[in-house]
């Protein structure tokens, strides 16, 4: 294994170097159980560990395996830490791990801990069953693919139907122009917001330029945020503030209640947003919902993006990898598998005959009974590709801290010269560690 550059490994690790002796006391991988091993399983969630369980009874009753699984969960932060130091320290650490899409950066900082899945996702003939902007986009690096997702996360805009009735609002709305009018005329009718822009995550400007086919970074690992298309999603968003249709979102549960209350009346984003968050915080707005593809920046482009999920990934440290690859892919190309998970957290998958599925296309009371996997399906193949970076997290901060809060919050803060401030720290922060 290649060191790391030091400044990259104390980067990387950060405070969890003072627990290093207990993490290095957990579990070796491939125990030895009686007649057979067992592979252990990291994750941070019981509801992601819910649905892969299913699947691994699935794969017992077709394949037979010689090897049994144990399944641990710890808190997210000390999880992504364990596996960090394990990994380098050669031992204690898992076989297959569920690993965040934010914390992947720091896992590719030097020699990558992962196996790379790429010749056996083409051995397999299923490399291009996926959406792979969701699948392995967010795991790859420099051409290679180290973990898998299973959650789709196709971006929509999600609306009030019933105030945009009220209001005379129509819909579907084809582009984001007709939506700055839409959203004029609404708050000169309503006094509300057409939509929020949050201040201090960068989500929602990250899905309008990736509909652009802009993004963070190059297939290099440059920094290419400060770009037209990172311009023009940041210009939109303070004009759309500075005219009044669109707020800065609340902080907290601040946003829910004004969501509940129809302070908001859209939102955008993939379904864990949509369905799943709104769900849970605003569950009087039921049936008040509609879904439609994101508005189009000009004819001919994507309608869609993707943000957010969780992949598995199989550790080289691991004695069992080819076990621990063999499935971890099943479980991503097992329709039954899949259609599990479905029932359990409402998660479309990036597997297409998956997604193909009827029981993922029917209707939804929370969406007045409409097809939110209609619409899903209708925008998946226009995902646009996108690369992740060693550096993704100083990178997103820079971006964060010094182009969208104060150009957001602050009147006299231009688009431009945010973005160039914050284009110089990150190229400053990485010029920095890789010297």
């Given at each position: 294994?290649?060191?790391?550059?030091?400044?990259?490994?104390?980067?990387?690790?950060?405070?969890a170097t003072a627990g290093a002796s207990l993490f290095l006391s957990g579990c070796a991988p491939a125990i030895l159980t009686g007649a057979k091993k067992t592979l252990n399983f990291w994750a941070f969630s019981s509801t992601r560990t819910q649905w892969q369980q299913?699947?691994?009874?699935?794969?017992?009753?077709?394949?037979?395996?010689?090897?049994?699984?144990?399944?641990?969960?710890?808190?997210?932060?000390?999880?992504?830490?364990?596996?960090?130091?394990?990994?380098?320290?050669?031992?204690?650490?898992?076989?297959?791990?569920?690993?965040?899409?934010?914390?992947?950066?720091?896992?590719?900082?030097?020699?990558?801990?992962?196996?790379?899945?790429?010749?056996?996702?083409?051995?397999?003939?299923?490399?291009?069953?996926?959406?792979?902007?969701?699948?392995?986009?967010?795991?790859?690096?420099?051409?290679?693919?180290?973990?898998?997702?299973?959650?789709?996360?196709?971006?929509?805009?999600?609306?009030?139907?019933?105030?945009?009735?009220?209001?005379?609002?129509?819909?579907?709305?084809?582009?984001?122009?007709?939506?700055?009018?839409?959203?004029?005329?609404?708050?000169?009718?309503?006094?509300?917001?057409?939509?929020?822009?949050?201040?201090?995550?960068?989500?929602?400007?990250?899905?309008?330029?990736?509909?652009?086919?802009?993004?963070?970074?190059?297939?290099?690992?440059?920094?290419?945020?400060?770009?037209?298309?990172?311009?023009?999603?940041?210009?939109?968003?303070?004009?759309?503030?500075?005219?009044?249709?669109?707020?800065?979102?609340?902080?907290?549960?601040?946003?829910?209640?004004?969501?509940?209350?129809?302070?908001?009346?859209?939102?955008?984003?993939?379904?864990?947003?949509?369905?799943?968050?709104?769900?849970?915080?605003?569950?009087?707005?039921?049936?008040?919902?509609?879904?439609?593809?994101?508005?189009?920046?000009?004819?001919?482009?994507?309608?869609?993006?993707?943000?957010?999920?969780?992949?598995?990934?199989?550790?080289?440290?691991?004695?069992?990898?080819?076990?621990?690859?063999?499935?971890?892919?099943?479980?991503?190309?097992?329709?039954?598998?899949?259609?599990?998970?479905?029932?359990?957290?409402?998660?479309?998958?990036?597997?297409?005959?998956?997604?193909?599925?009827?029981?993922?296309?029917?209707?939804?009371?929370?969406?007045?009974?409409?097809?939110?996997?209609?619409?899903?399906?209708?925008?998946?193949?226009?995902?646009?590709?996108?690369?992740?970076?060693?550096?993704?997290?100083?990178?997103?901060?820079?971006?964060?801290?010094?182009?969208?809060?104060?150009?957001?919050?602050?009147?006299?803060?231009?688009?431009?010269?945010?973005?160039?401030?914050?284009?110089?720290?990150?190229?400053?922060?990485?010029?920095?560690?890789?010297?």
């Open positions: 294994m290649q060191p790391m550059h030091r400044r990259s490994f104390l980067k990387a690790v950060g405070g299913k699947a691994w009874e699935l794969y017992k009753q077709e394949k037979k395996p010689d090897f049994e699984i144990n399944w641990m969960i710890f808190p997210f932060q000390q999880m992504h830490d364990k596996i960090l130091i394990t990994a380098l320290a050669g031992s204690g650490g898992p076989d297959i791990a569920d690993i965040e899409i934010g914390q992947f950066a720091r896992f590719i900082k030097g020699d990558v801990i992962f196996t790379d899945m790429t010749s056996k996702l083409q051995q397999m003939g299923i490399a291009d069953q996926f959406y792979r902007p969701s699948a392995t986009d967010p795991w790859s690096w420099q051409g290679k693919i180290y973990g898998i997702g299973n959650e789709l996360n196709a971006c929509l805009l999600s609306y009030r139907w019933d105030l945009f009735e009220k209001a005379g609002i129509k819909a579907p709305i084809t582009t984001w122009d007709e939506f700055a009018e839409a959203g004029r005329n609404y708050h000169k009718a309503t006094g509300k917001y057409f939509i929020d822009f949050p201040f201090n995550d960068s989500g929602y400007w990250w899905i309008q330029t990736l509909q652009g086919k802009g993004g963070f970074f190059d297939a290099s690992g440059k920094p290419i945020f400060n770009s037209p298309e990172g311009l023009k999603t940041l210009s939109y968003q303070k004009q759309a503030l500075a005219e009044g249709w669109a707020s800065i979102r609340p902080v907290g549960q601040a946003y829910w209640a004004k969501v509940s209350d129809g302070t908001f009346a859209s939102l955008i984003g993939p379904s864990w947003n949509f369905s799943g968050f709104v769900q849970q915080n605003s569950p009087d707005t039921a049936g008040k919902w509609l879904l439609q593809p994101l508005p189009l920046w000009e004819a001919g482009g994507s309608n869609t993006a993707t943000q957010g999920g969780t992949g598995v990934a199989v550790l080289k440290t691991s004695s069992s990898v080819e076990e621990a690859l063999d499935f971890v892919l099943y479980e991503h190309s097992s329709v039954e598998a899949l259609l599990g998970d479905y029932s359990i957290r409402q998660t479309w998958p990036t597997f297409k005959p998956a997604l193909e599925q009827a029981k993922l296309s029917e209707p939804l009371k929370f969406f007045n009974n409409q097809s939110a996997g209609g619409v899903i399906k209708e925008v998946a193949p226009q995902i646009n590709k996108w690369y992740n970076s060693p550096y993704w997290p100083e990178t997103t901060d820079a971006f964060t801290r010094l182009a969208l809060t104060p150009c957001l919050q602050q009147a006299g803060v231009s688009p431009a010269s945010a973005l160039k401030a914050a284009d110089g720290e990150a190229t400053r922060i990485i010029n920095f560690e890789t010297a």
